[in-house]
């Protein structure tokens, strides 16, 4: 597998293990602590799968959803979240998202759910 894949959250040690297992997948990978920095740092145009935290301070999951809706981004979005609120899911769906999963989460599902996200974005 290959692509660019960005992950938005504020946990460093978040950040780097996901950096550390989707590269060993292939994929070119930029982490981000904040979603003011990926905002700043990654325009639109710029093609990619976006994995997101709900709970950050400053702007959080849901309001840099809302964001990238409202600019007209196309990038899918994978949501997660270490909350066990079972209705997360279906918001993080109806918010546009391409998928969404519950920390901690097996490498396999997340890969799986990159590509299924990357190929229906194509």
Not at 17 to 40: N, Q
Not at 84 to 90: D, F, S
């Amino acid at each position: 597998m290959s692509g660019q894949i960005f992950i938005v959250d504020d946990d460093k040690s978040v950040c780097r293990a996901l950096d550390i297992l989707l590269v060993t997948y292939g994929f070119t990978v930029d982490t981000f602590t904040s979603a003011e920095d990926f905002f700043r740092a990654v325009p639109n145009s710029v093609p990619g799968c976006l994995i997101l935290d709900i709970h950050m301070p400053g702007l959080d999951g849901w309001e840099t959803q809302q964001r990238l809706v409202a600019s007209g981004s196309s990038r899918p979005v994978i949501i997660m979240s270490a909350d066990k609120n079972r209705g997360l899911n279906e918001r993080a769906l109806k918010a546009g998202a391409a998928g969404y999963l519950q920390k901690p989460f097996n490498d396999q599902a997340l890969v799986d759910l990159i590509k299924v996200a990357v190929d229906r974005n194509k």
